[in-house]
């Protein structure tokens, strides 16, 4: 066509750009450097279990996470022993009633999923006062923003501006749409020991329980991102062996 | 090539192409055929669309075997695909962009058809199946995406089949039909599921008339010209069957690259929160292959308007051959029509921007222009155009042109232009 | 275009060589890019990581007092797990080898002679044979009976009578403990 492609080119790109949270001019959360970011990204482990103690020890009294599973955790470098030492804590319904007929509890084995705090949606909205706290495995992909959000939102609550009309059982938070979120400030600092020692600041936290959430949500991040590699580079190679071949046997036709 | 000298094999096949001639044909409308030898990148797109269309019925075979279609497991299910099936979080990833790669293709391949002039006589029925072919694929992806039973899977479902409430009097049994409930629910899920398995083989069977339509007179080529001998043609094997190699090479790269690395881009983070019926998303926004026609039903202050005049969007496109009133194909001759060709992508573009957001303001504005022109440009542009444009002369044949190494627009004698129907 | 005769024909036979290698290599890149293609989606019908999950079964033996039976789950079928009598030892390892349609050794059924671990179905075609509970028929060797056709086996697990071809399987296990099996 030989006429300038690129304007319209450029500007499908513009409107492709997906839009984040733009609920009323509720800011855009800061990015953050993250382990996983970049094509070459992987999960910092030992972040990764910081965060999962992170999960265990202050969210998971609210928020399940239903997708994951304790075998899951072997992924994030625990090994067989420490994975059943983990599940083994848990206490989950057996999946068949006992010979009397009835439903009973029994230790998690590594092929359980990870148990919610609450038996169903309603006792949560109940041990909430009506809010529902979403199951966490998912939220990372399920926010525009994703892990720069999270962070945002665990790290973002302030004191609401002057003028500001925070409804009775609401928190100010920042990077929340709408800025009112019914969760508390649930860090603050030295929530958590960590078992290596590192300083357990409220952004750290947030840090790490964010890399085990962004974990949580793709676990085939890594397998993904080195089967791309591969794929690419051999994609670039037959694309020239094509176009070499495509430029000779072209030769003699123009 | 010829049949080689291995003896019992090429005998084997002598015997059925005997008696089921598919050797012969294969031979004839894929080696031999005889295309024009001037065929630019832009013609690559048909082939990439069938290579498409054939990757998307393998993925989504495969993802059907482990897929659970009910409105309790369905969510579930692909989490299962993308966590513990092997390889199926590529399987997963593959079908949802390459939906969007599918589509991509297609609109590329419909904007050179309409540039080009690939829609008029002797072709206009190779259009029209073309258009059939979209439609069939617009109806694919909006069951298909109902599926996974995400926020946006369930909400985009209410709001499009919502739709047909705005049919007078029979409106809202329609609806109730469609879902087969008193909202969308696992019948409706399940007969989606259904007919998602099943309009792909229709469209595989349309894509086959497509081509035989094709092959009845040929390839269109840059100059719109007739060919009008095996001086003007090459034989599609080996010259495009390793033009069009090289073509899906590069397409892989691009299709990879969203596959392996930004896998969610085109998507909406709201479909990895599993459908609530009690709760609607802040922003109901379709995958963005849809944004133009949605942009067009958001723009009518009417809603039985806004309905007719999106779907009008679409069916407008069959009207096609016959609102484009010029002698001349190719836009490469069309001066005035050249320009405004660009015109209609960019307000295409813009519809998407518009479908995308929240409709205040500036969005509302650029959303009724833009609507207004695009029938614009298909009622009124088109039909005046052809008519009072002074085309340029066209070139004597196509390979004086491409002997003359252009667009061969310098030759003094016009080429005979094309008959009107 | 070229006039070949005009041409060095070494130098034509070059060309046509370096192009026929240029599409022998492209066609031996595009088999390669096929079959990498093709394997995951053979692959992907591989049994999932939640159904691997469940491939073992790790089973404690400690409550199951001499002369018990115990029935678990293992990979969707039902293992029949035996605190064998001394004299259900006895009586098994003293059968004459030759008289059985499907001639084993206890010894080459068992890892410890008390523990018989054995999956519970029929080798005939398939049913579940009786012997698990307290009050089930055993049949006349002490062993299992299966109710569909008749099949009768003994206390190691052996077809005896009936139309069963096979002794009862026996599922790859090992102790972990002294009292904890793994299966599978």
């Known amino acids: 066509m030989g006429k300038p492609t690129l304007a319209p080119l450029a500007l499908m790109v513009l409107a492709l750009t997906p839009l984040s949270a733009r609920a009323e001019a509720t800011p855009s959360p800061p990015r953050q450097q993250w382990s996983f970011d970049g094509i070459f990204g992987t999960y910092d482990r030992a972040a990764a279990q910081r965060g999962f103690q992170v999960y265990k020890e202050v969210c998971s009294a609210c928020h399940p996470v239903k997708h994951l599973y304790f075998r899951d955790l072997a992924d994030l470098g625990y090994n067989e022993d420490e994975v059943k030492a983990i599940a083994s804590t848990y206490q989950v ?10 439903m009973f509890q029994r230790p998690a084995r590594p092929s359980d999923s990870i148990p919610g705090p609450f038996p169903n949606d309603q006792a949560a909205r109940v041990a909430n006062n009506g809010a529902l706290p979403p199951d966490l495995s998912m939220i990372v992909k399920a926010r525009d923003g994703g892990p720069d959000y999270v962070f945002g939102i665990l790290t973002g609550y302030k004191d609401p501006p002057p003028a500001f009309n925070l409804l009775p059982g609401m928190n100010y938070n920042e990077y929340f749409p709408g800025h009112q979120i019914a969760m508390p400030p649930p860090l603050s600092d030295n929530a958590v020991t960590f078992a290596d020692g590192t300083s357990a600041t409220v952004p750290q936290m947030a840090h790490d329980v964010v890399t085990f959430l962004t974990w949580a949500a793709e676990p085939n991040l890594e397998p993904r991102h080195r089967t791309g590699f591969k ?14 071949a495509k430029r000779k046997i072209w030769a003699t036709a123009h | ?24 044909m294969l031979q004839r409308e894929l080696y ?8 630019s990148y832009w013609w690559n797109f048909g082939s990439l669309s069938g290579i498409m269309l054939v990757v998307m019925i393998v993925t989504g075979i495969f993802l059907a075997m482990q897929y659970t279609p009910h409105a309790d497991l369905a969510f579930d299910s692909v989490e299962r695909i993308m966590r513990d099936v092997d390889w199926g979080w590529m399987l997963r990833y593959a079908h949802m962009n390459g939906a969007s790669m599918f589509f991509a293709l297609v609109y590329i391949h419909l ?14 029925l190779l259009w029209i199946l073309g258009v059939i072919i979209l439609i069939l694929m617009i109806m694919t992806a909006f069951m298909g995406y109902v599926l996974p039973w995400g926020q946006m899977s369930y909400w985009a479902a209410t709001v499009i089949t919502n739709l047909f409430s705005a049919i007078p009097l029979i409106g809202q049994s329609i609806v109730t039909f469609l879902w087969g409930g008193f909202t969308v629910g696992n019948p409706t899920l399940n007969r989606f599921y259904a007919l998602h398995y099943l309009l792909p083989f229709v469209i595989l069977a349309v894509v086959l008339l497509h081509l035989i339509a094709l092959h009845r007179f040929g390839s269109n080529n840059p100059l719109g010209i007739d060919k009008r001998g095996p001086q003007d043609t090459l034989p599609f094997h080996p010259y495009f069957t390793i033009k069009d190699l090289f073509g899906l090479a590069v397409f892989l790269l691009i299709y990879s690259f969203f596959v392996f690395y930004a896998p969610n881009f085109l998507g909406s983070s709201d479909n990895y929160i599993p459908a609530n019926p009690m709760q609607t998303p802040n922003h109901i926004v379709p995958e963005w292959y849809l944004l133009p026609y949605y942009a067009i039903l958001r723009s009518v202050p009417n809603k039985l308007l806004g309905v007719i005049l999106a779907f009008g969007s679409i069916f407008l496109m069959f009207l096609v051959p016959w609102l484009d009133t010029s002698p001349v194909r190719s836009a490469r001759f069309r001066p005035v029509y050249k320009w405004v060709f660009w015109l209609l992508v960019i307000d295409v573009i813009a519809l998407g921007w518009v479908g995308a957001n929240p409709p205040e303001g500036l969005v509302v504005t650029v959303g009724q222009i833009a609507t207004l022109y695009y029938f614009v440009h298909f009622l009124v542009l088109f039909p005046v155009i052809g008519k009072l444009e002074r085309p340029r002369p066209l070139p004597a044949s196509i390979a004086a042109a491409v002997l003359q190494g252009g667009t061969g627009a310098r030759l003094g004698t016009a080429g005979a232009p094309v008959a009107k129907p | 275009m070229a006039d070949l005769t005009q041409q060095n024909v070494s130098g034509a036979h070059a060309e046509e060589t370096r192009r026929d290698f240029l599409i022998l290599t492209a066609t031996a890149v595009g088999a390669v890019g096929v079959a990498a293609t093709i394997w995951p989606f053979i692959a992907s019908l591989n049994p999932a990581r939640d159904t691997l999950a469940l491939a073992t079964t790790e089973v404690d033996l400690a409550p199951v007092q001499v002369g018990q039976r115990l029935t678990v789950a293992w990979r969707g079928k039902p293992v029949f797990i035996d605190h064998r009598t001394p004299e259900e030892i006895k009586t098994a390892e003293d059968v004459n080898i030759s008289d059985l349609r499907d001639p084993q050794p206890d010894s080459a059924r068992v890892k410890k002679p008390e523990w018989l671990v054995i999956i519970g179905v029929c080798t005939h075609l398939g049913c579940i044979p009786l012997g698990q509970k307290t009050g089930d028929d055993r049949g006349p060797y002490g062993g299992w009976f299966c109710p569909c056709h008749g099949s009768i086996y003994d206390t190691s697990g052996r077809i005896r009578q009936g139309p069963a071809p096979a002794n009862l399987v026996v599922p790859p296990y090992e102790f972990t403990g002294d009292t904890m099996i793994k299966i599978g």
Do not use: C
Not at chain 1, 93 to 102: K, R, S, V
Not at chain 2, 111 to 124: C, D
């Open chain 1, 93 to 102: 319904t057996n999946e068949q009633p006992n010979d009397q007929g009835q």
């Open chain 1, 231 to 244: 794929v690419m580079m051999f994609l670039i190679v037959m694309a020239g062996i094509f176009y070499a």
């Open chain 2, 1 to 24: 090539m010829a049949q080689t000298s291995l003896g019992a094999t090429s005998r084997i096949i002598r015997w059925i192409d005997h008696r089921l001639p598919f050797v012969a």
């Open chain 2, 32 to 39: 031999d055929y005889p295309t024009p030898r001037n065929l």
């Open chain 2, 111 to 124: 904007f050179r058809g309409l540039y080009y002039g690939s829609y008029k006589q002797p072709r206009e």
